[in-house]
T-cell receptor
Framework: GNSVTQMEGPVTLSEEAFLTINCTYT??????LFWYVQYPGEGLQLLLK?????DKGSNKGFEATYRKETTSFHLEKGSVQVSDSAVYFC???????????FGTGTRLKVLA | GAVVSQHPSRVICKSGTSVKIECRSL??????MFWYRQFPKQSLMLMAT?????????EQGVEKDKFLINHASLTLSTLTVTSAHPEDSSFYIC?????????????FGPGTRLTVL
Protein backbone atom coordinates (compact mmCIF):
# COMPACT_ATOMS: atom_id res chain seq x y z
CA GLY A 1 0.00 0.00 0.00
CA ASN A 2 0.88 3.66 -0.02
CA SER A 3 2.69 5.14 2.95
CA VAL A 4 4.92 8.02 4.01
CA THR A 5 7.63 7.86 6.64
CA GLN A 6 9.25 10.98 8.00
CA MET A 7 11.73 11.54 10.75
CA GLU A 8 10.42 11.98 14.24
CA GLY A 9 10.91 15.26 15.93
CA PRO A 10 11.24 17.53 17.51
CA VAL A 11 14.13 18.99 15.62
CA THR A 12 15.80 21.88 17.42
CA LEU A 13 18.22 24.12 15.54
CA SER A 14 19.93 27.44 16.05
CA GLU A 15 19.10 30.27 13.71
CA GLU A 16 20.98 30.10 10.40
CA ALA A 17 21.64 26.37 10.75
CA PHE A 18 21.10 23.95 7.86
CA LEU A 19 17.89 21.96 7.95
CA THR A 20 17.12 18.50 6.61
CA ILE A 21 13.90 16.66 7.34
CA ASN A 22 13.90 13.19 5.85
CA CYS A 23 10.89 11.73 4.07
CA THR A 24 10.60 8.42 2.28
CA TYR A 25 7.56 6.91 0.67
CA THR A 26 6.06 3.70 -0.63
CA UNK A 27 3.72 3.89 -3.58
CA UNK A 28 2.92 2.26 -6.88
CA UNK A 29 3.42 4.23 -10.03
CA UNK A 30 4.31 7.89 -9.91
CA UNK A 31 2.63 9.76 -7.06
CA UNK A 32 2.81 13.49 -6.54
CA LEU A 33 4.81 14.50 -3.47
CA PHE A 34 4.19 17.41 -1.13
CA TRP A 35 5.48 19.23 1.90
CA TYR A 36 2.93 21.02 4.04
CA VAL A 37 3.69 23.33 6.95
CA GLN A 38 1.49 24.07 9.93
CA TYR A 39 2.21 27.16 12.00
CA PRO A 40 0.73 27.34 15.52
CA GLY A 41 -3.02 27.86 15.43
CA GLU A 42 -3.23 27.71 11.64
CA GLY A 43 -4.19 25.17 9.01
CA LEU A 44 -1.77 23.15 6.93
CA GLN A 45 -0.32 25.24 4.11
CA LEU A 46 1.24 23.89 0.96
CA LEU A 47 4.97 24.61 1.10
CA LEU A 48 6.12 22.91 -2.08
CA LYS A 49 5.38 20.00 -4.35
CA UNK A 50 6.81 17.85 -7.12
CA UNK A 51 4.84 15.80 -9.58
CA UNK A 52 7.45 13.66 -11.34
CA UNK A 53 10.84 12.11 -10.81
CA UNK A 54 13.78 14.53 -10.53
CA ASP A 55 11.47 17.51 -10.14
CA LYS A 56 12.61 19.98 -7.51
CA GLY A 57 9.99 21.86 -5.55
CA SER A 58 11.08 25.10 -3.90
CA ASN A 59 9.50 27.90 -1.90
CA LYS A 60 10.63 30.39 0.76
CA GLY A 61 14.17 28.98 0.69
CA PHE A 62 12.99 25.40 1.19
CA GLU A 63 13.74 22.75 -1.41
CA ALA A 64 12.94 19.09 -1.97
CA THR A 65 13.80 16.83 -4.90
CA TYR A 66 11.65 13.91 -6.02
CA ARG A 67 14.04 10.93 -6.00
CA LYS A 68 12.42 7.91 -7.57
CA GLU A 69 15.45 5.68 -7.13
CA THR A 70 15.57 6.20 -3.37
CA THR A 71 11.81 6.88 -2.98
CA SER A 72 12.64 10.02 -1.05
CA PHE A 73 11.58 13.66 -0.88
CA HIS A 74 13.79 15.20 1.79
CA LEU A 75 13.12 18.80 2.81
CA GLU A 76 16.12 21.14 3.05
CA LYS A 77 16.82 24.76 3.86
CA GLY A 78 20.22 26.34 3.94
CA SER A 79 19.63 28.81 6.76
CA VAL A 80 16.63 28.52 9.05
CA GLN A 81 14.98 31.40 10.86
CA VAL A 82 13.00 31.53 14.09
CA SER A 83 9.89 32.12 11.98
CA ASP A 84 10.35 28.68 10.39
CA SER A 85 9.36 27.04 13.66
CA ALA A 86 6.35 24.90 12.79
CA VAL A 87 5.27 21.33 12.10
CA TYR A 88 6.20 19.98 8.67
CA PHE A 89 4.22 17.21 6.98
CA CYS A 90 5.38 15.14 4.05
CA UNK A 91 2.58 13.72 1.91
CA UNK A 92 1.94 11.85 -1.29
CA UNK A 93 -1.02 11.71 -3.60
CA UNK A 94 -1.24 8.57 -5.77
CA UNK A 95 -1.66 9.01 -9.48
CA UNK A 96 -5.18 9.87 -10.55
CA UNK A 97 -6.58 10.37 -7.05
CA UNK A 98 -7.34 13.32 -4.82
CA UNK A 99 -6.51 11.52 -1.59
CA UNK A 100 -3.46 12.47 0.43
CA UNK A 101 -1.34 10.07 2.43
CA PHE A 102 0.40 12.04 5.17
CA GLY A 103 3.45 11.39 7.28
CA THR A 104 3.28 11.90 11.04
CA GLY A 105 4.73 15.39 10.94
CA THR A 106 8.04 16.74 12.25
CA ARG A 107 8.10 19.63 14.68
CA LEU A 108 10.89 22.13 14.03
CA LYS A 109 11.98 24.58 16.68
CA VAL A 110 14.46 27.27 15.74
CA LEU A 111 16.21 29.12 18.55
CA ALA A 112 17.50 32.67 18.25
CA GLY B 1 -4.12 31.72 -0.54
CA ALA B 2 -7.60 30.46 0.18
CA VAL B 3 -8.70 30.32 3.80
CA VAL B 4 -10.63 27.64 5.62
CA SER B 5 -11.87 28.15 9.16
CA GLN B 6 -13.09 25.68 11.74
CA HIS B 7 -15.28 26.20 14.77
CA PRO B 8 -14.81 25.51 17.57
CA SER B 9 -11.04 25.26 17.86
CA ARG B 10 -11.39 23.01 20.87
CA VAL B 11 -14.31 21.38 22.63
CA ILE B 12 -14.73 19.25 25.72
CA CYS B 13 -17.87 17.19 26.13
CA LYS B 14 -19.30 14.44 28.27
CA SER B 15 -19.50 10.86 27.08
CA GLY B 16 -22.76 10.17 25.28
CA THR B 17 -23.33 13.66 23.99
CA SER B 18 -23.07 14.82 20.38
CA VAL B 19 -20.67 17.46 19.11
CA LYS B 20 -20.87 19.47 15.89
CA ILE B 21 -17.78 20.89 14.19
CA GLU B 22 -18.12 23.50 11.44
CA CYS B 23 -15.79 23.96 8.49
CA ARG B 24 -16.12 27.07 6.35
CA SER B 25 -14.34 28.18 3.20
CA LEU B 26 -14.08 31.94 3.63
CA UNK B 27 -13.03 33.20 0.23
CA UNK B 28 -13.72 30.42 -2.24
CA UNK B 29 -16.42 27.93 -3.03
CA UNK B 30 -15.48 24.47 -1.88
CA UNK B 31 -17.22 22.00 -4.14
CA UNK B 32 -15.55 19.23 -2.22
CA MET B 33 -14.65 19.09 1.45
CA PHE B 34 -12.56 16.51 3.22
CA TRP B 35 -12.52 15.50 6.87
CA TYR B 36 -9.39 14.11 8.52
CA ARG B 37 -8.61 12.77 11.94
CA GLN B 38 -5.23 12.93 13.63
CA PHE B 39 -4.17 10.96 16.69
CA PRO B 40 -1.17 12.11 18.73
CA LYS B 41 2.10 11.42 16.94
CA GLN B 42 0.25 9.88 14.01
CA SER B 43 -0.50 11.09 10.55
CA LEU B 44 -3.71 12.66 9.30
CA MET B 45 -6.16 9.99 8.23
CA LEU B 46 -8.87 10.80 5.71
CA MET B 47 -12.29 10.02 7.16
CA ALA B 48 -14.65 11.10 4.42
CA THR B 49 -15.13 13.19 1.32
CA UNK B 50 -18.23 15.26 0.75
CA UNK B 51 -19.54 17.07 -2.29
CA UNK B 52 -22.00 19.91 -1.92
CA UNK B 53 -25.54 18.60 -1.97
CA UNK B 54 -24.53 14.93 -1.99
CA UNK B 55 -24.02 12.24 0.59
CA UNK B 56 -20.52 11.91 1.92
CA UNK B 57 -18.23 9.07 0.89
CA UNK B 58 -16.64 7.44 3.92
CA GLU B 59 -13.29 5.69 4.06
CA GLN B 60 -13.13 2.07 5.04
CA GLY B 61 -13.50 1.59 8.76
CA VAL B 62 -15.18 4.94 9.43
CA GLU B 63 -18.68 4.61 10.89
CA LYS B 64 -21.01 6.84 8.91
CA ASP B 65 -23.68 6.72 11.62
CA LYS B 66 -21.13 7.84 14.16
CA PHE B 67 -19.61 10.66 12.14
CA LEU B 68 -22.37 12.53 10.35
CA ILE B 69 -21.22 14.85 7.61
CA ASN B 70 -23.36 17.51 6.00
CA HIS B 71 -22.23 19.70 3.11
CA ALA B 72 -25.25 21.90 2.62
CA SER B 73 -23.58 24.79 0.83
CA LEU B 74 -20.44 25.57 -1.14
CA THR B 75 -18.91 27.26 1.89
CA LEU B 76 -20.00 25.12 4.82
CA SER B 77 -19.56 21.52 5.87
CA THR B 78 -20.28 20.10 9.31
CA LEU B 79 -19.08 17.01 11.11
CA THR B 80 -21.22 15.74 13.96
CA VAL B 81 -19.75 13.17 16.30
CA THR B 82 -22.78 11.39 17.70
CA SER B 83 -22.86 9.76 21.13
CA ALA B 84 -19.23 10.62 21.64
CA HIS B 85 -16.98 8.38 23.72
CA PRO B 86 -13.46 8.92 25.05
CA GLU B 87 -11.97 6.98 22.12
CA ASP B 88 -13.38 9.66 19.80
CA SER B 89 -11.06 12.21 21.40
CA SER B 90 -8.84 13.42 18.62
CA PHE B 91 -7.84 16.32 16.41
CA TYR B 92 -10.24 16.79 13.49
CA ILE B 93 -9.14 18.73 10.42
CA CYS B 94 -11.14 19.70 7.36
CA UNK B 95 -9.99 20.83 3.96
CA UNK B 96 -11.74 22.25 0.94
CA UNK B 97 -11.14 22.00 -2.76
CA UNK B 98 -12.85 23.19 -5.87
CA UNK B 99 -12.99 19.69 -7.36
CA UNK B 100 -11.86 16.14 -6.79
CA UNK B 101 -9.29 16.46 -9.50
CA UNK B 102 -5.98 14.89 -8.65
CA UNK B 103 -4.31 18.16 -9.58
CA UNK B 104 -6.50 20.37 -7.42
CA UNK B 105 -5.05 22.00 -4.31
CA UNK B 106 -6.77 21.40 -0.99
CA UNK B 107 -6.89 24.17 1.59
CA PHE B 108 -6.81 23.07 5.20
CA GLY B 109 -8.51 24.41 8.29
CA PRO B 110 -6.66 24.87 11.61
CA GLY B 111 -8.30 21.84 13.20
CA THR B 112 -10.60 21.17 16.15
CA ARG B 113 -9.43 19.34 19.23
CA LEU B 114 -12.17 17.19 20.71
CA THR B 115 -11.86 15.81 24.22
CA VAL B 116 -14.54 13.44 25.45
CA LEU B 117 -14.64 12.91 29.19
Amino acid sequence: GNSVTQMEGPVTLSEEAFLTINCTYTATGYPSLFWYVQYPGEGLQLLLKATKADDKGSNKGFEATYRKETTSFHLEKGSVQVSDSAVYFCALRPMGTYKYIFGTGTRLKVLA
Amino acid sequence: GAVVSQHPSRVICKSGTSVKIECRSLDFQATTMFWYRQFPKQSLMLMATSNEGSKATYEQGVEKDKFLINHASLTLSTLTVTSAHPEDSSFYICSGGTSVSSTDTQYFGPGTRLTVL
